[in-house]
């Protein structure tokens, strides 16, 4: 399983970066029609603002995984040795609870859109499932990444914690 959620961050990583290219080349787009075309795509803000979602879930596993999520090292690098593994265990059992609460109301509101059939209310008219749909599968990364490394905590050495 744990071979699973590595390979899984990085795959959403990857995705993360396509959402980033994709914004970058929507944007000189943009920039190009409007100064000397004198028109526009009209779905700039829209589509960056779904690439933005997108990016930021599809990385969480992969920052979960390499340890470059925001911590507070102020509480982590004052307790002594013997108490940071206890620590980094509820660290990582909450972010698998509130992981968990989040794919839960985000996959509920998937299938919503899904059912509904709702769509955006630009002249795309883009599912709104869809961008959703990423947001979904970075935070299913993400809840197994942080099971993952749960479960790499409890059943390995403080010595191979690092490899988590």
């Known amino acids: 399983m744990i071979t699973l ?7 959403g990583n990857g995705a993360a970066i396509l959402a980033l290219v994709f914004m970058f080349g929507h944007i000189i787009l943009e920039i190009t029609l409007r100064n ?11 589509f960056v603002g779904h690439a933005v979602s997108a990016l930021t879930f599809l990385a969480l596993g992969e920052a979960l995984r390499t340890g470059t999520l925001i911590r507070v090292s102020l509480l982590h690098d004052s307790v002594p040795d013997s108490a940071k593994r206890v620590l980094e265990m509820f660290a990582m059992a909450s972010a698998l609870s509130v992981g968990s609460f989040a794919l839960w109301f985000v ?13 955006s209310a630009s002249i795309a008219q883009i599912p709104l499932w869809i961008p959703e749909a990423l947001v979904l599968f970075g935070l299913a990364i993400f809840v197994l990444q942080a099971l993952a490394g749960l479960i790499g905590l409890i059943f390995r050495t403080p010595q191979s914690e690092e490899t988590v």
């Open 5 to 11: 959620a590595k390979n899984l961050s990085r795959i």
């Open 36 to 46: 000397l075309f004198h028109t526009s795509t009209f779905v700039l803000d829209e």
């Open 107 to 119: 996959g509920v509101s998937v299938l919503r859109q899904f059912e509904r059939g709702t769509t």
